[in-house]
């Protein structure tokens, strides 16, 4: 058998030219084979045939590259939930751009590791490029590190707290992301205290009540795009109340964080710049495939007490000698260069690009509403803030509304998330598609009309 060929190199192109259309056309078969936004059939009947499909996992003689890439690309495909699909719209999970995939296939065929000079020398230097441009939509003198989301962004930023303060107390309301308590139990830090939230958003009588009975360093999250609704946290009210208590803030801005790009929706941010650090996280409403997610700080010092040394990776004196020093950029050694897809985004789309995206996007959320609003048998729970949708067949109790989704999801209808507000149990429709149309939308409430027990 001959050595199969590298994806990188000058002859790696020719090499992955014919396995590309490979893909390409087992993704476009697969979409087909499954018809709608998810495989029918529930788990049980998913893993089935993907076992059926990939049995032998280890073959003792390969099946060479274009039969394997044609199998399994199909099999993940069909088998695939859909956010390209309108009707797949429960998480907070983008439908990638065609750019940014394109990127992403470069930077796997290259392979940079983005922890020593040596391995990433132009990857590198576009990293500290893109990432303080984008924290320069926040901070004028600010920097970033590129993460894997918004539970890695949170934790950094909470490690800074910790490397600030010691035991740094962290404040949080009863509706910020789960990744918080994680982050805390993980470096060793009190519990966070939780403030309540009882509209969505942080009580500020409360969180000035709590500020005023801790003692202590103190680290304020706030949240600007919460994942259960999509709201955003009075953000220079807390600020004030930060300023008057002598607290640090950091603000998770992972869903909402992109609303900077647009002209129309950015004041919804107001206070964001007052932040000790802000979690940012692209492969949400920035579309971008897994991972795109980043911690911006308002100056670079700040990152300081990430220095780390190895001397096979940053020796002092090839330090002293002007080889650029990455291991302080991430806790992570070995990480993939997921600033390039983000690169290549910003270039290709501009701001009045991304803004048209982001605007297209919370106006379709607003259409949702209106025809929920408009329904006979449907009840909204409220406008969006974002592009988060929430609502509800009328009358019915939350175990009506869970099997409803259930349903859904077992037939390979749509997806749809669920989230408890007002003490109810509501439907969730996270729309990031900008390609949604009206006709989407009153499809997606058809089936819905369809599923709703009489």
């Known amino acids: 058998m001959s050595t199969p060929p590298l994806a990188g190199g000058a002859a790696g192109p ?80 983008c439908p990638p751009l065609a750019v940014a995939a394109a990127a992403d296939l470069a930077a796997s065929a290259l392979n940079p590791s983005m922890d020593s000079w040596d391995q990433a020398p132009a990857a590198s230097e576009l990293e500290s490029l893109v990432t303080r441009a984008i924290a320069a939509e926040i901070y004028p003198a600010g920097d970033a590190l590129v993460t894997t989301g918004g539970s ?78 999509g709201l955003i946290d009075p953000l220079p009210e807390i600020a004030d109340l930060c300023d008057r208590h002598g607290a640090e803030l950091h603000i998770d801005a992972a869903y909402g964080g992109p609303l900077l790009f647009s002209a129309l929706h950015r004041l919804l941010l107001a206070g964001l710049e007052r932040a000790h650090s802000v979690t940012l996280d692209l492969h949400k409403l920035g579309w971008q495939p897994v991972a795109a997610g980043l911690l911006a700080v308002p100056c670079p010092a700040t990152l300081d007490a990430l220095t780390h040394q190895a001397d096979y990776l940053n020796a002092d004196d090839d330090t002293e000698a002007g080889l650029p020093d990455l291991l302080g950029r991430s806790l992570r050694t070995t990480r993939r260069p997921d600033v390039f897809k983000i690169a290549v985004t910003l270039r290709a789309l501009g701001r009045t690009g991304l803004a048209a995206l982001v605007d ?6 607003v259409e949702l509403a209106d025809l929920i609003d408009g329904h006979p048998g449907l009840d909204l729970y409220d406008r969006p803030t974002i592009s988060t949708v929430l609502f509800r067949p009328t009358g019915a109790d939350d175990a009506t509304v869970a099997a409803i989704r259930r ?22 429709a996270t729309l990031l598609n900008p390609h949604a149309t009206t006709g989407d939308l009153e499809a997606l409430l058809k089936l819905l009309e369809g599923s709703t027990p009489r």
């Not at 909470?158 to 470096?187: D, F, K, M």
């Not at 942080?202 to 795009?225: K, Q, R, Y």
């Open 14 to 93: 020719n090499a992955l030219r014919p396995l590309v259309g490979t893909v390409l056309d087992a993704l476009h078969d697969g979409a087909a084979d499954r018809i709608g936004p998810l495989p029918p059939g529930g788990p049980q009947a998913v893993a089935a045939r993907v076992r059926a499909t990939a049995h032998p996992v280890l073959p003792d003689t390969g099946t060479g590259a274009e039969e394997a890439l044609r199998t399994l690309v199909h099999a993940i495909t069909e088998g695939a939930a859909d956010p390209a699909d309108p009707r797949c719209a429960a998480h907070l999970h």
């Open 360 to 365: 297209r996007t919370c106006a379709i959320a």
């Open 152 to 229: 890695e962004s949170n934790q950094l930023a909470l490690l800074l707290a910790r490397e600030r303060h010691g035991a740094v107390r962290i404040v949080c309301g009863a509706n910020a992301h789960h990744s918080l308590n994680r982050a805390a139990w993980l470096l060793g830090l009190p519990e966070p205290l939780t403030v309540p939230s009882p509209s969505g958003t942080i009580d500020l009588a409360a969180l000035d009540e709590a500020l005023t009975a801790t003692h202590g360093p103190v680290l304020v999250t706030a949240t600007a795009g919460t994942t259960d609704a």
């Open 407 to 428: 349903t859904l999801l077992t037939e390979g209808h749509a997806v749809l998330g669920r989230a408890r507000a007002d003490n109810r149990l509501w439907l969730k």
